[in-house]
């Protein structure tokens, strides 16, 4: 079958889509409890911790003891392909890790409360409203649970760990002791499966038999008969098909991210996936502060890239002008069919991928995390580094992967949903390197607007922080030190961007300088603290511009040819600045801009010779305008 992807138009095979076999059936609570006790039934390690707090556990007693249903559990059947790492539920303490014959996919936070509240013999750890960690006892109270005026929830009591209910000045319940609890006739909840001896003591202690009586049959006995709906997943159920399903009735939990399932999953293979993150992560923080922001899925995503591709090499070469081919694809559920295998042969390569992408954003004039104008497209560019690798890139290849990469921040194509873009880049910005393929979608399908300078304001713009990379890129020297402030950035955290125009300045002209106009990048640029506090400050640009050149504090002055020099290294138009002629200057350094971006992308802007005059209207766009209107002309 021929299916057009963002690959191209080609065959390809797509991964084969397993379903899950499943049996329904309705089994005793008591039965369950007990495979939780003898470590039967356990959970698969990626469940979270369970977060019940105090008052959904007395509702949930208080339903059982009505014969209210609570909803089905879903458990799998051990010894099939799906192989997670599986841990005792909350509470039980087991002598050595066994084998469990099934886990527990969904109805963790009730089977947890139930087996601490009713089988455990040790406080509940649950939380009170505020989210405080606290430990409870409960108890049904005899007289209310018979009392049909009485709310069920009423029924059950929840006390301190040691028994006692305090106010501020007194004790208003003590259940510490057997004899207390008789003479209350509150019956602890862990004993209604095993009542007798607790009955005993309260006939001993002179407790009422009727009303014992009466207790057993109506509220006991619906514990010890409850059944739940239980929905086991077969042993054969593969492995992608479990994560779905988990995540399908898992919505009242937090969501698990990918590397939590991969987690559990290397794990039952004695991998330790957190580990081996953890000890990659250090390096690469050790060899760049610019991978400070890698993820552990990012991580996971450059890998299955690099596995997806060998498939497809493999396949290609196996079968020379095969109908379908491996799709590469770093998707959800293409990460989770990675083999373990697969991951130990590429985990290496693709954290070289990730320092030499370092080092190429260093190349290019990023210098800190928050300037990598998407964080996303790291991925990717690990991915393609990693691949043409390992010997570092020829200045011809390092070109072409520069121009492919400013495409992709000014056409603003990686804003949205990326993951198929990834796949995409990986094949055709390799093959066009080596010479095999054409020019990538990512370059021929961006675009930038001229008048969307006008609109880049903030860091929140990937457009924003090429801009500036790119004035880095110049020399942006210091005004009153010279320096280039790309060395600067290395040694001094207080290099931000700033404007060139003062706001305050902007704001008194007559008529007051729009906002959306000297807030944009065009009348920003990067500067020392120093210089912005106490040398720009609100003054009109001539005037800072002479103290520059007077001096100021312990500075030395600098001469006119020295500062305009430095003001030349950040494409600042000269004559209109000194002329405190901001819509001269405003028109001028736009243009500067826009060929700075024509420049990196190798593709020419439409101009609109109206757009930076004071008068024209400014058009908002979001981020990621121009991976919308790509996908709206493709």
């Excluded at 992807?5 to 076999?21: E, F, N």
């Excluded at 947890?112 to 013999?121: D, E, F, I, K, N």
């Excluded at 290397?266 to 760049?288: C, G, H, I, V």
Aim: include cysteine; hydrophobic fraction near 40%.
């Amino acid at each position: 079958m021929e299916a057009r992807t963002l690959l191209g138009t080609q065959p390809v095979r797509r991964p084969k889509v397993h379903s899950a076999s499943f049996d329904s059936k309705k089994t005793n609570l008591i039965d369950l409890l007990r495979d939780v006790d003898a470590g039967k039934l356990q959970l698969p390690d990626f469940q979270r911790g369970w977060v019940w707090d105090d008052e959904r556990i007395r509702s949930l007693l208080a339903s059982i003891s009505v014969s209210f249903p609570i909803g089905a559990i879903m458990t799998l059947a051990t010894g099939g392909e799906s192989s997670f790492l599986p841990r005792a539920v909350e509470g039980v303490e087991l002598p050595t890790q066994n084998d469990p014959e099934t886990l527990l996919l969904d109805g963790q936070q009730r089977l947890t409360s139930l087996y601490q509240a009713l089988y455990g013999r040790s406080a509940v750890k649950t939380q009170d409203v505020r989210g405080k960690v606290i430990k409870r006892r409960y108890y049904i109270d005899m007289k209310l649970a018979l009392d049909d005026g009485t709310d069920r929830d009423e029924w059950i009591v929840s006390v301190p760990e040691d028994g006692i209910v305090r106010t501020l000045h007194d004790v208003a319940l003590d259940v510490s002791s057997p004899t207390l609890e008789y003479a209350q006739h509150l019956f602890p909840a862990n004993q209604v499966f095993d009542e007798v001896d607790w009955l005993l003591g309260y006939l001993d202690a002179g407790g009422d038999r009727a009303l014992f009586t009466e207790f057993k049959s109506s509220v006991i006995e619906r514990f010890q008969g409850y059944a739940l709906p239980v929905i086991e997943l077969g042993k054969e159920s593969p492995k992608e098909a479990v994560c779905l399903v988990f995540e399908k009735v898992n919505t009242g939990g937090v969501t698990l991210t990918v590397f939590e399932l991969m987690t559990a999953m290397f794990a039952a293979d004695n991998f330790q996936l957190r580990e081996d993150w953890n000890t990659r992560k250090a390096r690469m923080a050790d060899a760049s502060d610019l991978l400070l922001g890698v993820t552990n899925d990012q991580f996971l995503q450059v890998v299955t890239l690099l596995a997806t591709l060998e498939r497809r090499r493999m396949r290609e070469k196996e079968v020379p002008g095969a109908d379908a081919l491996p799709v590469v694809g770093t998707r959800r559920r293409d990460i989770l069919q990675l083999h373990l295998h697969e991951y130990k042969r590429w985990a290496d390569v693709a954290e070289a991928g990730f320092v030499e992408a370092a080092k190429f954003l260093v190349g290019e004039h990023v210098f800190a995390s928050r300037d990598i104008p998407y964080q996303t497209q790291v991925v990717p560019l690990a991915a393609i580094i990693a691949d043409l690798g390992p010997k570092p890139l020829p200045a011809t290849a390092r070109t072409m992967l520069a121009r492919w990469y400013w495409c992709g921040v000014f056409g603003e194509m990686y804003a949205g949903s990326v993951e198929t873009i990834f796949a995409r880049d990986l094949v055709e910005v390799t093959e066009w390197i080596r010479g095999g393929g054409k020019e990538p979608s990512t370059i021929t399908a961006s675009s930038f607007q001229a008048n969307r300078l006008l609109t880049l304001r903030t860091r929140n713009s990937a457009a924003y922080k090429g801009v500036h990379a790119r004035l880095m890129r110049l020399g942006s020297a210091d005004f009153q030190t010279g320096v280039d402030l790309s060395v600067e950035t290395f040694f001094d955290d207080s290099i931000d961007i700033h404007h060139i125009c003062p706001q305050s300045w902007c704001e008194k002209q007559s008529p007051p300088i729009p906002r959306e106009k000297y807030n944009s990048i065009i009348n920003k640029t990067a500067l020392s603290a120093y210089t912005n506090r106490h040398v720009i400050r609100g003054y009109a640009p001539s005037e800072y511009l002479a103290r520059l050149e007077r001096g100021v504090g312990e500075h030395a002055g600098v001469s006119p040819e020295v500062l305009d020099a430095s003001l030349r290294t950040h494409a600042i138009p000269i004559r209109q600045l000194r002329a405190d002629d901001f819509w001269g200057f405003f028109a001028v350094r736009a243009e500067e801009l826009l060929q700075l971006i024509e420049e990196a992308t190798g593709k020419s802007i439409t101009r609109d010779p109206t757009a930076f005059t004071s008068g024209a209207p400014v058009e908002e766009y979001e981020d990621g305008f121009g991976q919308y209107l790509n996908a709206a002309g493709s």
